[in-house]
């Protein structure tokens, strides 16, 4: 079974920091491309970020490039969101997804529970 568990959200002020981790299993990381979205409160679903194989090639929304940094450990099937320069936008769930296939742009086809990062203004 594909299993994704977000962790390491939490409440931070504006301009603080967080960073969020991903333990994934049950597939390759090296088929398949993966990211990170995040869904607010009466907002639709969103993308944050996302890793493309087998290149690496990394993709970010406008609304969080320069701030956000993606990466992952493969070797551990672990993905990573390093969020810098947190504002209160940014308030969301965020949840860790695989994508249907090796390349960003596809739809998500997995995903788990995703971890609250809220952060105040």
């Known amino acids: 079974d594909v299993q994704l568990q977000a962790s390491g959200g939490g409440s931070v002020q504006a301009g603080g920091s967080l960073r969020l981790s991903c333990a994934a299993s049950?597939?390759?990381?090296?088929?398949?491309?993966i990211g990170w979205f995040r869904q607010a409160p009466g907002k639709e679903r969103e993308g944050v970020s996302c890793i493309s194989k087998p290149d690496g090639s990394t993709y970010y929304a406008d609304s969080v490039k320069g701030r956000f940094t993606i990466s992952s450990d493969d070797a551990k099937n672990a993905l990573y969101l390093q969020m810098n320069s947190l504002k209160s936008e940014d308030t969301a769930v965020y949840y860790c997804?695989?994508?249907?296939?090796?390349?960003?742009?596809?739809?998500?086809?997995?995903w788990g529970q995703g971890t609250q990062v809220t952060v105040s203004s």
């Open positions: 997804a695989r994508v249907g296939g090796p390349l960003c742009g596809r739809n998500y086809d997995s």
């Open positions: 049950g597939f390759s990381f090296d088929d398949y491309a």
